[in-house]
């Protein structure tokens, strides 16, 4: 009966577009079938997705074939569109100034990644070395001066060129920044922290001034957020992600990825890649295995500094410590997994023993099966209780065109309600930075 109808229907339709032409259904039928050929026919000669000087239409369609959930489909299009639209907003266009790209491409110029530090650019860089014939940073540097310092040949590279770049949530970012530059046993306390305490702090001690290895979070904000407002140089670690070299205003990106979503978004990368041919196939590990990687530097700079500080005076089992609860404010060992180490028999602990040690807490904590999601909230919370308010309400504002651009908070209140009490309650049985004060 259903059948019939639609018979029915198409018959009408087809004598509407051929007056005065005999229908039958048989007819329409023939009709249908040499119809199907040619379109098969269309679709076999001509393959879009090979042809190398297409604009590829990433943006509008992503390969469902490959199990990418549809939501996850749609989310870089959303953030694409949030981008454009805060563009105009803050009245920023594609004709502005920035013409400093911070751009890094693969050996055939088919990949563009604009790196912005702290924002997985180290992993970012290591998955491509490992896709594009071991072409290391310099390599991909190299490749990408062709569109530096030039806007116009920048976009007309973009537009063949998959174009990428990665972002953060910028409070999450700052704090990153600090944990992992002044934080973590680092030789740049030499050099970058001993700069920053010279300018920040009010008569430092010379233990300080030549080692800057205590260089406080409330002390590292208010020497960006001054230097912000008068106009000063700041380096790529502690600049705004809108920086020139990477104005979404200015270059058109195919694809906005997060920190908070680093795995999923790079999931969705290799994909298109792989279905434009960009590359070949990828393991299925690719991303997570560098999480390894990341492991590994914090443990080469702590005996690094160790040897530098010899003769400083500071206490070799704080550096330790600092290590140690680094890993648990960013959420890879619990809190509840104390360092086991007393302070005597530090001196007697190597590089290899002490690597064997963490990856034990890690899998311990994996064991216990521990709710450690918190942790980078509680030590997020607990550090920038430290900043007082009026550079609080300052950062909000340096930070504001990257929330709205970016789709992030500008005000979180987990960090600028400092009267609520459920805030206030979480994470005080643990000090995060207590290294810090010894």
């Known amino acids: 009966m259903m059948k019939n109808v639609y018979v029915n229907r198409s018959l009408v339709y087809v004598k509407k577009i051929l007056p005065g032409r005999k229908i039958t259904a048989r007819y329409l039928l023939t009709l249908m079938i040499f119809w199907y050929m040619i379109v098969d026919i269309k679709v076999l000669l001509y393959q879009p997705w090979k042809d190398k000087n297409r604009v590829r239409t990433f943006v509008n369609k992503l390969p469902s074939e490959e199990g990418i959930p549809k939501h996850r489909r749609e989310s870089n299009a959303e953030r694409l569109r949030t981008v454009e639209n805060t563009c ?24 563009l990644y604009c ?43 973009m537009e063949k060129a998959f174009s990428f770049v990665f972002v953060r949530e910028p409070y999450g970012r700052y704090l990153s920044t600090y944990s992992n530059t002044f ?4 030789k740049d306390w030499l050099s970058r922290g001993t700069q920053l305490i010279q300018q920040v702090r009010e008569n430092p001690s010379e ?19 001054d230097r912000y407002e ?22 058109k990106f195919d694809y906005i990825g997060k920190v908070e979503t680093f795995e999923s978004d790079w999931d969705i990368i290799l994909n298109e890649w792989r279905s434009n041919e960009i590359i070949s196939d990828y393991p299925s590990d690719i991303v997570k295995k560098f999480r390894l990687v990341t492991f590994n530097g914090p443990l080469n700079h702590l005996f690094v500094t160790i040897g530098l500080l010899k003769t400083s005076g500071i206490p070799v089992h704080s550096l330790f410590v600092r290590t140690w609860t680094y890993f648990q404010m960013i959420g ?32 311990l904590t994996e064991a216990e099966r521990r709710d450690i999601s ?37 005000r979180p209140a987990f960090l600028f309600d400092r009267s609520n009490n459920r805030y206030n309650e979480s994470g005080r049985d643990f000090d995060y930075f207590k290294a810090l004060q010894v």
């Open 115 to 157: 790196r912005i530090n702290r924002c997985g650019s180290s992993s970012s860089l290591e998955v491509m070395r490992q896709l594009f014939g071991d072409c290391d940073v310099n390599c991909l540097l190299k490749n990408g001066v062709s569109v530096k310092n030039n806007v116009e040949n920048a976009s007309e590279v």
């Open 88 to 111: 105009k907003y803050l009245g920023y266009n594609e004709t502005g100034n920035d013409t400093d790209i911070r751009a890094h491409m693969d050996p055939n110029k088919t990949v």
């Open 230 to 251: 008068k106009g000063q140089f700041l380096d790529e670690f502690f600049r705004p992600i809108r920086h020139k070299s990477c104005n979404p205003c200015t270059y």
């Open 374 to 410: 918190t942790q980078k909230i509680e030590a997020m919370r607990q550090i920038y209780l430290t900043v007082p308010m009026d550079y609080m309400e300052k950062l909000s504002k340096m930070v504001r065109e990257d929330c709205l651009l970016y789709g992030y908070d500008e």
């Open 183 to 186: 934080y973590l046993p680092k």
């Open 332 to 363: 890879v060992i619990s809190k509840h997994v104390p360092i086991p180490y007393l302070k005597e028999e530090i001196g007697k602990i190597n590089l290899a023993d002490f690597k064997k040690t963490l990856l034990n807490a890690i899998e």
């Open 207 to 225: 233990l300080s001034l030549k080692y800057g290895h205590d260089l406080t979070f409330a002390e590292f904000i208010k020497y960006i957020v």
